[in-house]
């Protein structure tokens, strides 16, 4: 059963740190980030925003979770903005697959920012609470708002 997998995985979320370069593990790419939203003009607002506001990042794009998935795989982003509601994978879905896939290949779990124009699902909430590298933010979305939290997950105190 999807719903009962996807809610199990957000509601024990791994550590941030599936495995960190300290023991050998493969860390998040620190110069990316993946946005995730399947309404274009969401999407490419954010991406401008992105790329304005944080000098020399890669930003990626996705539609949906699987795009995003895919995209992960070859990226292994820092952080990830992903909309909870999207078609063929849905933000909660995504996560609980690159979660399992950085703890099956010993890579470091990039932070997530959230984003949602709905009532966030609780196990989104305890996800959030259980990890304060992940983000969750309603949308309307202010520009100095998802610029302040990819930035502060790009860029945390441990990182310099």
Known sequence: ???AETDAGLQNPEP?????????????NRARVLITDDDETVLRLFEMLIRSEVPGIVVDTAHNG???YASFLRGHHAVLVLDLNMPILDGRQT???????CRDRGWEMPAVVFC?????PDAVRRAVRGDRSHA????PVAADDIV?????RLFRPSDS
């Open 1 to 3: 059963m999807i719903q």
């Open 16 to 28: 941030r740190q599936c495995s960190g370069p300290a023991d050998g593990g493969e860390p998040c």
């Open 66 to 68: 699987a795009e995003a």
């Open 95 to 101: 996560f609980v697959r690159i979660q399992g896939l």
């Open 116 to 120: 949602t124009g709905y009532s966030p």
């Open 136 to 139: 969750l933010l309603v949308k």
């Open 148 to 152: 302040q939290a990819v930035r502060n």
